[in-house]
């Protein structure tokens, strides 16, 4: 299977993505992205599912398979990968219909050992102005760790409707400000493509560090429970500094605590005046 290939064969980290239903790995902003990944020392592959390379070679409009239909693709374009030799973490995922198909196999390959986690970017958790529609049952139970970048203005899903979906506490969704299913910001809102790209390759790095602890699980119990807390990243303020906290110079609320009893002393009762 031919990869287009951005990034060290060094890398720590392999992002293998499929691009969406509409256009090919060879778009404007699969190269924005990727080349994002590059210079956060992430390699990345990409690829075009057959009916996207027909269409290429014979300029059709043929659309695309359902998403179930291209999950044999992907697995074998995993097994392309790992033949190709892949040195570190391997995370799977793509864009939009891309990263559905990913999400469909991301469990099994995972529970193999063979990818360390999932990144969506554009989910479509359902189609536009049909909300009923879910695509969401596999990422109700879903223990592979997953990020999932969501514009906050996508059709295909926003901030309301997926806080109702009940998704699996594996799964972090990482909203792009003022963007759409393509991530794009509307150019009075102070955002930008290329900032939200960045900040979706930030999230995607951190993936594997922060939640993947093992292929088979991650460690159980208090020793893990407190691994996992050392590994979670810090917030800003707190990396910055005390004198950037929130909290500086907030003042206790003291409902939050009841009040101390009155310390009453001990006396003791005299022998003598004991009934």
């Known amino acids: 299977m031919p990869f287009l290939i951005t990034g060290s064969s060094d890398a720590k980290t392999t992002v293998l993505l ?7 790995v060879t778009s404007a902003w699969m190269d924005a992205l990727c080349a994002a990944l590059g210079e956060a020392g992430v390699r990345a592959l990409r690829f075009d599912f057959d009916y996207m390379a027909a269409r290429q070679r014979t300029g059709s409009r043929r659309p695309p398979p359902k998403a ?3 999950m044999a693709e992907y697995e074998a374009a995993v097994a392309a990968a790992e033949a190709l030799g892949v040195r570190g973490r391997l995370l799977i995922g793509g864009k939009s219909l891309g990263g559905r198909v990913a999400s ?7 529970d193999g050992g063979r990818i360390a986690g999932l990144v969506c970017l554009g989910y479509p958790f359902h189609p536009p102005k049909q909300p009923e529609k879910l695509r969401t049952a596999h990422l109700l139970d879903l223990t ?3 990020l999932i970048v969501q514009g906050e203005r996508d059709p295909f899903g926003g901030p309301e409707e997926i806080a109702t979906y009940g998704l699996s506490d594996a799964i972090r969704v990482h909203w792009a400000r003022d963007g759409d299913h393509d991530l794009a910001p509307r150019r009075s809102s102070g955002a930008t493509l290329d900032g939200n790209l960045l900040e979706a390759v930030g999230r ?6 922060v939640w993947f602890v093992r292929a088979d699980g991650g460690a159980r119990g208090r020793r893990g429970a407190r691994r996992r807390r050392r590994d979670r990243p810090s917030p800003d303020w707190m990396r910055a500094g005390r ?5 500086r110079g ?3 609320d003291p409902r939050r605590r009841p009040p101390r009893k009155a310390h009453r002393p001990f006396h003791r009762v005299p022998a003598s005046a004991s009934p």
């Open 68 to 70: 179930e239909a291209l």
């Open 243 to 247: 004198e950037t906290s929130p909290l």
């Open 18 to 24: 499929a691009p969406g239903a509409g256009a090919p």
């Open 250 to 252: 907030a003042r206790r």
């Open 104 to 110: 469909l196999v991301a469990q099994t390959l995972f």
């Open 144 to 146: 592979c760790p997953a």
């Open 204 to 209: 995607s790095y951190a993936l594997p560090m």
